[in-house]
Structure formats: C-alpha cells, structure tokens
C-alpha cells in the first residue's frame, strides 16, 4: 500500500496523543500514591487523636468522680469542724468567766472541753485537707492531658487540610487522564477508519488491476502482483514477474490498446524487440515504440551477407537477412536481424559504458 499524507498525518497525531495519555496517566499515579500517603498519615492523626481524647477523657471522668466522692464528705466535715469551733469558742469563754469568778474547778473543766474541741476540729481539717489534695491531684492530671489533645486535634487538621488537596490534585490528574484518554481514543479511531478506508481502496485496486491482467491474457500465476499504467496514447501497460517486483529485472510486459486488444506481449525473461507486437506482422526496419519515453534519433542496417552498409532494403525476393540498428539521444542503442518475417537477436547497448562492463547491454528503463 503506497504512502498515505493524511493516514501519516493521523498516525503522528496518534502518537502524540498516545504520549499525552501516558503522562497524564504518570501524572494520575503521582497524585494517586500522593492520596495513599495522606490518607495513611491522616488515618494516624485520627488514632492519635482519639488515644488523646481517651486519655483526656479517662482524666476527666476520674476528677469528677473524685470531686462527686470527696465533696459530700468535704461539706460534711465543714459543718462539723465549724461546730466543734464553736464548741471549743464557747468551752473557752466559759473557762474565762469561771476564772474571773475565780471558780477554778470550772475553768478547768470548761478549759478541758475546749482543748477536747479543738482537737476534734483538727481531725476534721486534716481529713479535708487530703481530700481537697485528692480533687487537686485529680484536676491536675485532667489539665495535663488537656495540651496533649490538642496538640493531637491540631495535627489531625493538618492532616486533614493535606488529604483534602491532595484528593482535589488526584481528582484534577484524574480528569485530565481521562480527557487525554479520550483524546487518543479519538486518534486511534481516525487512524483505523483512514486505514480501513486505504485498505478498501488498494484491494479494489488490486482487484481492478488482476482484472485488466486476466482481460489481458496474463498468466494466472502473475496476476495479483502487477503493475499498470497507462501512457499517453491511452494504452495499458502491464507488467508482471519482476525480480523484486512486478517491473523489475526480467519483467513481462503486455500492452492493451484502448479497444481492450493486446498488442504486445512479452512474457518474463524473453526478449525485447517488435517481435512481441501482436498486430505487426513480419519484421522491421524501423520500430519507434520499441521504447516507451523516447524516439529514436536514427537508424542504420547492414546486409548480413555482404556487409554492404549503403543503406540497402530488404527484398523479399532476393530474401536479403539485414542487421538494424537504432540510435537514441541518451546513447542507448538497439540492434536486431530481420528477414522480413520475423526480428530475433534483439539487444541493447549502452555506449556511454565501455564494451566490457557487465552492465554495457542492459536495455534502458523504458525498453518494451
């Protein structure tokens, strides 16, 4: 199939749009493993979050059940201490007014009784006293883990801030892959459908071309591999069995004219010459078609017999064999014996080589 412009012009397209896709997909992973990684470390945030609100909380359930515990109990021994205070307050101002009536058996016992208060009001204020250090100690303990939760929440949001742009760049990655995926789906098809499309076309050729070999008369084995053109007299050339290729060395070449009548047929490796012309019966002293792209400049012939180079005709009744050579402008020239009937000995020489270089009788590009 021969180079297509606009199906090279898709396939670049393709390939550009192949390579986009694949950055955009690379650009997708990044963001991708970027999401994966922050929502590990965000995950861990949340745990060490909730670890540090446990912890606070533990703190805070044990404060208050402390302070409910303890604070009935303060307030009991509140009233009590305030009562023995005023029990000793007034055990003491008895003893003072027995002394000053100078009763002193009195103001000893009253003395006594105020001593016995003022201990029982300590007993009260050392019990209080640890209990308040209990609430204390348990309300320290909350207020220390109250910075660690926050430092633990603060966390958290900052790994919640980095999650949520990552998932917006994936998000954004995500859609470029899949605008770009799309894009090459595109090409992919355009390519294909031009493809299909010359496919279609070089097949119809092929099928044209086998079927103007086979009106032709080329051999069947030869007839999916030819190459036709057609020259400005409007005759179809036809060429076939090439080495390499159907107009390659040792080629056949068939001519129809534009009635669809074959006038020259050679086959593969036979010789050129006017031989091969179907509607030129008996031979030739002159042959301008023996070349497809050029006239010949002039022409000379020989008697066989005698040499003679004067310019003699053949007489079909002196049945002279003659030996006629043609001469072309880019040095070629074609020799060949005619008898009148038939040309055979056709060959090629090309004088601007010398004599003895292989390639000096290789017909020129153009030869029939």
């Not at 050392?126 to 320290?140: F, K, P, T, Y």
């Not at 050729?205 to 079927?211: A, F």
């Not at 074959?262 to 078609?289: C, M, W």
Request: glycine residues 6%; contains cysteine.
């Amino acid at each position: 199939m021969a180079r297509d412009a606009e199906l090279d012009r898709l396939k670049v397209a393709q390939d550009v749009a192949f390579q986009r896709k694949q950055n955009a997909y690379q650009a997708q992973q990044t963001a991708w493993e970027k999401l994966s990684s922050a929502r590990d470390e965000m995950n861990r945030a949340y745990e060490a979050k909730q670890r540090a609100y446990y912890m606070q909380d533990q703190a805070w359930q044990y404060y208050q059940s402390v302070k409910s515990h303890n604070g009935p109990r303060i307030d009991w021994l509140n009233s009590q201490q305030e009562s023995a205070f005023q029990n000793m307050k007034q055990a003491f101002d008895n003893a003072s007014s027995a002394y000053e009536r100078r009763d002193g058996a009195s103001a000893s016992m009253y003395a006594a009784e105020g001593h016995r208060y003022k201990e029982e009001s300590k007993t009260y204020v050392c019990e209080r006293r640890r209990l308040v250090e209990e609430i204390r100690s348990a309300r320290d303990k909350f207020q220390e883990c109250k910075p660690a939760f926050q430092d633990a929440k603060d966390y958290f949001s900052s790994a919640k801030d980095t999650f949520n742009s990552a998932k917006a760049e994936h998000k954004r990655a995500q859609a470029e892959f899949k605008k770009a995926k799309a894009e090459f789906d595109d090409c992919v098809k355009a390519f294909k459908a031009r493809l299909d499309e010359l496919k279609s076309a070089s097949q119809k050729r092929r099928e044209d071309k086998k079927s103007i070999a086979e009106k032709a008369g080329v051999p069947s084995q030869y007839r999916d591999n030819v190459w036709i053109s057609t020259d400005s007299n409007g005759n179809t050339n036809i060429y076939f069995g090439g080495f390499g290729k159907p107009d390659g060395p040792g080629h056949g070449h068939y001519v129809m004219d534009q009635h669809g009548t074959v006038i020259y047929r050679r086959g593969p490796s036979e010789p050129h010459g006017t031989q091969n012309f179907t509607n030129k019966p008996g031979g030739a002293l002159y042959d301008r078609r023996i070349r497809r792209d050029m006239l010949p400049l002039g022409l000379g012939n020989r008697d066989n017999d005698t040499n003679d180079r004067s310019g003699v005709f053949y007489d079909r009744r002196r049945q002279i064999d003659l030996h006629v050579t043609q001469y072309y402008k880019d040095n070629y020239r074609v020799s060949w014996d005619t008898d009148g009937k038939s040309n055979k000995n056709y060959h090629w020489t090309n004088q601007s080589l010398p004599s003895n270089h292989p390639d000096s009788h290789i017909p020129p590009e153009d030869a029939r």
